[in-house]
């Protein structure tokens, strides 16, 4: 029995279980022992330096909301809502360009070349905007920044995803998830910080270009990922990493490892050699197993986003203020405070717990807490026209609306906002970076369709109608995952690679759990 094992009944599956552990030659592929092995702080260190990539990402897209505040007349001109819209969406449209460029190099460099290109542009984009006297410059700074951003979001997540130990896998990326949703906190600290400074938004923009010159010169002390290595022949310095990864396994379980990835790098590899980047889209779409990967993982991002939930990171001062707060930035940091602490309750629940039971039992919370502000806003008088409140007082339909959209930022935090980047290890090696290419545009696409439609929602549909709508896509987002989503926590990820050759795997994955927590009841008694 190995990978891509048959599924047995649950009755005869202790008993074959015993019988195989003690008969098998092939014990250390069954259970890929290293992965039982304690790891060290090394691991854990280089997930840290990667995930300052994730900050600088929730920084820049979290910055912006205060930045348009208090640019006033500094790019010339008072700006006007459109060109307000055009700065705040470069960073989004830079970000799915820079999602595709990351795509298609990340195989071919690796994945720390990708990581210091993003490094230069989000220097080179701080300095750019934070010198900016034109909307042209303010303009090609937004857009750099957002390469940047796209390009981040698309390799950290893969490279934590090849150097993680399969029991931490989730919670790593969880790590850069926490960076993300941190940056954005510190993003609202320091706009609120630099709000009276004179020329105080330059120095909003500015100080994101600091971070990236400190994971530059931290990326020299973080290994290549293993699996990159092996695929481009350097199995002696893979070994090595593995090996300080895994730092209390024995010579033979690293050596197990390697061969484990190089088997499927060869895999890998016998499919796609000498082929163009198109032959691997092709393959994406058109291998059952891999469409399915492919429409799960892009599915999942596509309903994080369409929640809405980024109409209030970019959109939250004006939401705040329509329903009569008059500090509507203090709201806002509790929005997004609430969403930090949420992602660092994520990361610590899905690798014990599984993402799919996490995403299960809690999806249905994000839509019953827009429902209820879809309710709630019909109470308060709005004027469509013009999206200003009637009445300037808070009214207790205005505080439903604060409670049920922290509700709904408690349940988003804890579920499809962190897991819907972990899903990378979807994709078998010789389209995982092409994947999660199209799994990180798909997250750019909708997010652009969302942040440039919400305004025009409130007006054309009302409030009420604009949160029903996002309501109504959670709903439908929890049942598709119930039926869709497969558990993919605790397996290796060489062993993912088979569970979407069974359907979509929500089946083949609970019993393959079952076996496996079988197999290790069995080793621990034999
Ligand atoms: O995972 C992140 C996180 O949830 C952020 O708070 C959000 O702004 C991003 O759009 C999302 O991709």
Known sequence: MGYGAPIMDDEKLAQTVKNEYASSDDQVTLLDSIEETPTGKFIWLVAFCASIA????????????????????????????????????????????????AGLTADKYGRKAAIYLDCLLFTVGAIIQGAAYSMAQMCVGRFIVGLGVG??????????????????????????NMSITGGQVISYGIGAGFANVPHGWRYMVGLGGVPSVILACLLPFCPESPRQLVFHGKTEEATVVIGRIYKHASPEQVNEKVAIIGRAVQAAKSLTEGKSMWFLVRKLHTVPSNFRALVCACGLM??????????????SSTLFALVGFSNPVAVGLVVAGTNFVMTWANMMMVDPWG?????????????????????????????TETLEIRSATITAPAIVVLIFIIWFVFFYGISVGNTAWMSTDFFPMEVRAVGTMFMTCSCWGSNIIVSSTFLTMMKSLTPSGAFGFYAAICGIGWVLIIFFYPEVSGLTIEEVQEVFKHGFGVKYTRNLRKQRKALRAASISA
């Open 54 to 101: 994730g900050a600088l990402f929730g920084y820049d897209t979290g910055i912006i909301s205060a930045v348009l505040v208090y640019l006033g007349d500094s790019l010339g001109h008072e700006l006007a809502a459109h060109e307000k819209e055009l700065i705040t969406s470069l960073c989004s449209g830079g970000a799915f360009v820079g999602a595709i460029i």
């Open 151 to 176: 390009s981040a979001a698309m390799v950290v997540p893969l490279y934590i995803a090849e150097i993680a130990p399969t029991k931490f896998r989730g919670r790593m990326i969880g790590l850069n």
């Open 302 to 315: 596509v309903i994080s986003q369409m929640s809405g939930f980024n109409t209030l990171m970019y959109y």
């Open 355 to 383: 993402r799919r039971r996490v995403l299960v039992s809690t999806v249905w919370g994000m839509s019953a807490g827009l429902l209820a502000v879809a309710i709630a806003f019909s109470f308060i008088p709005v004027n």
